[in-house]
């Protein structure tokens, strides 16, 4: 298995832009996991989908922030307009369900966003 | 709501000796699941070994190891015979029973193997 695919692997853009991250879940998984790290926050989960469903919208700090999932096969993480302080590593993870905490979440290599 | 806390910002182990990681939480459940995650450079974050808090037996994984203490809500890791790839950050993990798929991270402690 291919394993989490996120893309791009790296992004820098100006305060203002508009920003996509891109990631495709591994197949067969139907929970899907947006974190954010950084050096003063740690990771923080953002939101998580469920059959491509949102469940838990609550980590996502501000409107500028949304995130969809079409399909079982691919989400997006937007940010419009981007600020420098939404720089980070943004991380997808998927996982086989959602029911249960002993499930391994997998996650993806990491998107890492720059804002200038 | 459910805390960890990882207290040692950086360790470091010289090769082939042993170190142990320590991370505490918070939380008024009574069944949850604990998680020992490794992030190499290369930022891949890597699932190291599992513990289900149920279970009295401590989790082992070849040279990874926990020590579950329940009642003080801690949740080490044992790392044996250390090697130059175990070089990362590591994240101590928590999650509830309840379905709400959340996992809450410690803030990670950097290990450093020294040859």
């Known amino acids: 298995d291919a394993g989490v695919i996120q893309s791009p692997r790296h992004e820098v853009t100006e305060m203002g832009q508009e920003v996509t991250l891109r990631c495709k879940p591994i197949s067969g998984h139907n929970s899907l996991f947006w974190y954010r790290q950084t050096m003063m926050r740690g990771l923080e989960l953002l939101i998580y989908f469920n059959n491509n469903v949102p469940i838990d919208d609550s980590g996502m700090p501000e409107d500028r922030f949304s995130a969809k999932m079409p399909n079982a096969s691919f989400s997006t993480l937007k940010i419009q307009p981007s600020e420098p302080r939404d720089s980070a590593v943004y991380f997808c993870?998927?996982?086989?369900?959602?029911?249960?905490?002993?499930?391994?979440?997998?996650f993806g290599p990491g998107t890492r966003l720059t804002v200038l | 709501a459910q805390t960890v806390t990882q207290s040692q910002p950086e360790m470091s182990v010289q090769e082939a000796e042993t170190v142990t990681l320590s991370c505490t939480y918070d939380?008024?459940?009574?069944?949850?699941?604990l998680f020992w995650y490794k992030q190499p450079p290369s930022r891949q974050m890597i699932l190291v070994i599992r513990?289900?808090?149920?279970?009295?037996q401590n989790a082992t994984e070849n040279r990874f190891s926990v020590n579950f203490q329940k009642a003080a809500k801690s949740f080490s890791l044992k790392i044996s015979d250390s090697q130059l790839g175990d070089a990362a950050m590591y994240f101590c993990a928590y999650h509830g029973s309840g379905n709400t798929g959340k996992l809450i991270f410690g803030q990670g402690t950097t290990l450093q193997v020294k040859p």
């Open positions: 993870a998927s996982s086989p369900t959602w029911l249960g905490g002993g499930i391994e979440q997998f």
């Open positions: 513990q289900e808090a149920y279970k009295q």
């Open positions: 939380t008024s459940e009574s069944d949850y699941y």
